[in-house]
């Protein structure tokens, strides 16, 4: 064998603030504060507070590969803490503020966070629980007044460790496979379970998103994150923006369509990114309230299917173009993204948002496959709907603190995703439904997926769920959860809807009328609680 001869440069994160701050120090990052004013500053800024809070964490004792919190909103600190945490060499573990406070104890013990940073605007959020975690030896408070009275064990200001901290910091993350990030996946099943990043695998998956392949943002884009930054590392787009430069716009607790709206006119946002749930809220709002959206080049959208109704109007009504993406907390989260490719010029405007609706092809770094239930590998033929299987150097290997099993790994070295998909010839895939949420009725599937986008895409209809309900002849059946637009909405109507598309078979045994949908923590329907609604009578 003969080695290359090339330098063994290690893929570490402190690279991108140091390439940040020579490269695009004047760029900014602007916070929508919790009280509505804008906080801004240059990356020149963000680097010298970046390596303030490393002696600040080490004079709280935070050692190389200790585990330090998060519990933020998305904000100028939050991004602080994504650089200044791993460059001091420990690991940042984004708390998810909107899991439940049983769920929250679960993942901070098991975790071992030793010191957490909390958001001032979500005190009583973490103070229930604060005096009975096991581990935790300071809690570090920011966008909290001091005259405030606070209920945590051993709390300090943010801001007086950073006065007292020199920028004077030498990185203490030489090694690129230390670990650098820790986030708890959304536990629509079971209890959370801990996705651990390398540097080198997040360096990876950063060159990975700036592709012009995959998200691809650039010093010219003005990046708003609204997928939280405690959700999959916000999709990497912090430390994909920080090296290339891009504008940063973080919205802090302003997620309401109304403010996203005003962000987005406002600042001139070419690149905003996620959820379905958000972007149907802004949709219904610029239609109530129109704005000039025009400044954006992609709206991104993934962490559930983007109902492909949603995307035509987008398209149609504010001339937006909505990139679909999908990806895991286990892939660091990117995984395939779809664009439109040069045999789809020619399409016309129809079956480009087919296109568009799909999850499209896997981005360069991400290997696929889709196996059947005997652990055949399914052809690519854009009919054949398999397990999807992934591989690659931002996939995680196995679980933090759980021995790598079969159910989630495969013997030859894949990770199992848990979705069922088909994917086409040209490398283009499309979920059909998570494997627990398809509804078997008779021994055929039916994808729940495809039935809510179906209904999503009605005028009398603003949200929908279908779940599998237990049934003595077919062994289950599909029941429809609807939050109607108007208050009011006709079955019938809605059952005509779905069989221009739908065999027979497929038309939900009934529909139920709710005031919302429940979420998970992350914004996804939380079909796991309408379950346990339908068991308990609820439904
Ligand atoms: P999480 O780790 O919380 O981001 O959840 C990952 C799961 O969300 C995936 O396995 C999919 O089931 C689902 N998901 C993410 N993006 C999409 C998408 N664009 N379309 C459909 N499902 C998605």
């Given at each position: 064998m003969l080695n290359g001869l090339m330098m063994d440069y290690p893929l570490t994160l402190d690279t991108i603030v140091e390439h940040a701050r020579r490269m695009t120090p004047r760029k900014t990052i602007k916070t929508k504060l919790p009280d509505g004013d804008w906080h801004e500053y240059s990356y020149a800024d963000l680097y010298r507070r970046v390596k303030k809070l490393g002696n600040a964490l080490a004079a709280l004792g935070?050692?190389?590969?200790d585990r330090v919190g998060t519990f933020a909103w998305n904000n100028y600190q939050h991004l602080e803490f994504y650089f200044g945490i791993p460059g001091a060499g420990a690991v940042v573990h984004t708390l998810n503020?909107?899991?439940?406070p049983e769920q929250l104890k679960f993942i901070i013990d098991h975790a071992e966070d030793k010191v957490i940073f909390v958001d001032g605007t979500l005190l009583p959020l973490i103070e229930p629980i604060a005096a009975q975690l096991?581990?935790?030896e300071h809690f570090v408070l920011f966008n909290?007044?001091?005259?405030q009275e606070v209920n945590l064990p051993n709390a300090l200001h943010y801001e007086d460790l950073m006065a007292a901290a020199s920028d004077d910091f030498e990185w203490r993350?030489?090694?690129?496979?230390m670990a650098m990030g820790l986030c708890y996946t959304?536990?629509?099943?079971?209890m959370p379970k801990g996705v651990l990043y390398s540097h080198r695998s997040m360096m990876l998956h950063t060159l990975g998103v700036l592709q012009a392949a995959a998200l691809?943002?650039?010093?010219a884009d003005v990046v708003?994150?609204?997928?939280?930054?405690?959700?999959?590392?916000?999709?990497?787009l912090p430390y994909a923006c920080a090296w290339v430069g891009s504008t940063i716009i973080m919205p802090g607790p302003h997620l309401k369509p109304a403010p996203l709206a005003e962000m987005i006119e406002s600042e001139r946002v070419s690149i905003a990114a996620g959820v379905p749930t958000i972007w149907n809220g802004l949709y219904h709002e610029l239609r109530q309230n129109p704005r000039d959206?025009?400044?954006?080049t992609e709206l991104v959208v993934g962490g559930s299917a983007m109902p492909r109704g949603l995307i035509e109007a987008y398209e149609r009504d504010f001339h937006v173009n909505v990139v679909h993406a999908w990806g895991m907390t286990e892939m660091s989260p990117i995984g395939s993204v779809s664009k439109l490719q040069t045999?789809?010029?020619?399409?016309?405007q129809e079956g480009r948002w087919d296109i568009k609706a799909k999850q499209g092809y896997f981005v360069p770094g991400v290997d696929a496959r889709i196996v059947g239930d005997d652990g055949a590998e399914l052809p690519w033929d854009g009919e054949t709907m398999g397990e999807l299987q992934v591989r690659g150097?931002?996939?995680?290997?196995q679980y933090y603190k759980i021995e790598r099993d079969r159910e989630h790994f495969t013997a030859d070295g894949w990770f199992r995703t848990g979705d069922v998909v088909t994917i086409d010839g040209d490398g283009f895939m499309t979920i059909t439904d998570r494997s627990k949420d398809l509804v078997k009725s008779g021994g055929e599937w039916i994808s729940s997926v495809d039935m809510e986008n179906m209904l999503i895409s009605?005028?009398?209809?603003l949200e929908a769920a279908v779940i599998a309900i237990p049934d003595e002849t077919w062994g289950e059946r599909p029941l429809a959860v609807l939050v109607p637009l108007e208050g009011a909405y006709d079955p019938g109507a809605l059952n005509a809807w779905l069989l221009e598309h739908f065999p027979?078979?497929?038309?939900?045994d009934r529909y139920v009328v709710v005031d919302e949908i429940p979420k998970t923590?992350?914004?996804?329907?939380?079909k796991k609680v309408l379950r346990q609604w339908y068991a308990h009578g609820k439904l």
């Open positions: 935070v050692e190389p590969g503020i909107r899991l439940s096991q581990t935790v909290a007044d001091k005259s993350c030489a090694d690129e496979n959304s536990g629509t099943t079971g691809g943002p650039t010093e708003l994150a609204v997928v939280p930054q405690f959700h999959a590392m916000c999709w990497g959206i025009s400044s954006i045999r789809h010029h020619d399409l016309d150097p931002w996939v995680a290997a009605h005028p009398d209809v027979k078979f497929w038309l939900p923590g992350v914004g996804k329907m939380d």
